[in-house]
């Protein structure tokens, strides 16, 4: 009785092939059926394993390129702070120029290395 029920409820969502089905009945004894049973949830399990392996390894992917895209986010916006910072600095005469630049220079990496600490 519990058999057929769940006959029923394979062919019902279209799982159970009829010939199979059919043929398992007739010839199998229940150790047989035991066995056959027991082959299918290794082959199961060796599908689920492959397909968890699977998966970490696509997270693990997906993790590092977000990773990378964040940290090429973050050093695009400190870069942009970096050179608003710089713009600020009031220019100086032109003949002091290269002593602007310096400074400037001098300016810049301060930003960067007060940026990279934060």
Do not use: W
């Not at 009031?90 to 290269?98: A, H, L, N």
């Not at 002593?99 to 930003?111: G, K, N, P, T, Y």
């Amino acid at each position: 009785m519990l058999m057929e029920k769940g006959r029923q409820l394979l062919k019902k969502d279209n799982i159970l092939d009829e010939a199979d089905a059919s043929k398992a009945d007739t010839c199998e004894t229940p150790e047989e059926k035991l066995k056959r049973i027991e082959g299918l949830i290794d082959r199961n399990q060796t599908r689920l394993a492959r397909l968890i392996a699977n998966f970490n390894a696509v997270q693990q992917k997906l993790s590092t390129r977000l990773a990378k895209l964040e940290r090429e986010l973050y050093n695009e916006q400190n870069q942009r702070t970096i050179d608003e910072e710089a713009k600020r600095i009031p220019s100086k005469e032109p003949s002091e120029s290269t002593e602007c630049e310096e400074s400037s220079m001098q300016r810049r990496a301060e930003l960067e290395l007060e940026h990279m600490k934060n």
